[in-house]
């Protein structure tokens, strides 16, 4: 299986590494800082620098369904690689940077939102939650100013692993009612937002909220008799 780097530091830019495997689904290395998309988070895209100077652009990341090897997925007409081959993987750090502003800024979100989550999606630019309100309401200007209150905070967010029973003992760490974070494994990564938030996830965040930026819900829709749909951008890209 791939050392998944990002996991430890979500600040590496690149990384060397070997190709340990390549065919029609994507080329696969011993260790990378591409994150595969998963938890409503794209994947990375970026480029792979060979020893000869040329590069692979890689144009998506994504997890193998049937193995849970990570896949970095060529753009059409690059260069082929071959196993054993050492090169420097790279990401697109200005559009992973913004994706871990955003992932974070939903986190916030859900402080501010205190409803279960019904799905979600995290972009470079914008990104979204749902929400099961019941019987509930949300206003988008409260939302907005609570928002960027705690942004600027500037408060500190940290990962840590708790145990598979751990996390069965604690079952309102849980947010997401139609996901529930994988299990099995042994341990549970959690993200913490130093009084603010605390839950399961396996994506990629910045290192203190005032690296989120000013944000703007641009909109709350309904979808459907008990749903709400809170779209969040970053204002100032």
Known sequence: MTEELFREDAYLKDCVARVVGVDEAGIRLDRTVFYPTGGGQPGDTGRLLRADGSVVAIADTRKSRETGEILHVPAPGQPAVAPGEELRAAIDWERRHRHMRMHTALHVLCAVVPYGVTGGQVGDLRSRLDFDIGEGSLERE?????????????????????SDEELAATPELVRTMSVKPPTGHGRVRLIEI?????QPCGGTHVASLAEIGLLAVEKIESKGKRNRRVVVALAAP
């Not at 939302?143 to 967010?157: D, F, M, Q, T, Y």
């Not at 130093?194 to 605390?198: H, P, Q, S, T």
Request: aromatic share 4%.
């Open 194 to 198: 130093a009084g603010i938030d605390l």
């Open 142 to 162: 409260p939302i907005e100013a609570r928002l960027n209150e705690l942004v600027a905070s500037g408060k500190p967010a940290s990962a840590r692993w708790i």
